[in-house]
């Protein structure tokens, strides 16, 4: 049995719009709504129409992130968003210690 996959480049000139992006998460609008609101992905204008929305390759990899956090261990998004957050920090500290110069423990 043949296996068709799709290839979308998702940059600034390429951006994903808010369907495409709860597709790519096998998800509705309602849950991108959702990642909107809890802070997850951010828009530049959360006040227009979800179909007005566009999404750059970073709210994607949030996105996907927070899916397998939902699905894998039955986290709801709010509490993703925060895992989310110190994930992001705890990669920003170790860059930092990483740093040429940086103090080492």
Do not use: N, Y
């Not at 996959?5 to 509705?28: F, W």
């Not at 991108?32 to 979800?50: C, F, K, T, W, Y």
């Amino acid at each position: 049995m043949a296996q068709i996959t799709q290839v979308a480049v998702v940059d600034e000139s390429h951006p994903l719009g808010a369907h495409d992006l709860a597709h790519a998460c096998g998800a509705e609008i309602g849950w991108v709504i959702q990642l909107v609101e809890v802070g997850i992905v951010g828009l530049p204008d959360a006040s227009a129409p979800a179909h007005d929305w566009q999404f750059q390759s970073a709210d994607l990899h949030c996105a996907l992130e927070a899916r397998r956090l939902e699905l894998d261990f039955g986290v709801g998004l709010e509490a993703a968003a925060l895992i989310l957050d110190l994930q992001h920090e705890i990669r920003r500290l170790k860059a930092l210690m990483q740093a040429p110069g940086s103090p080492r423990p």
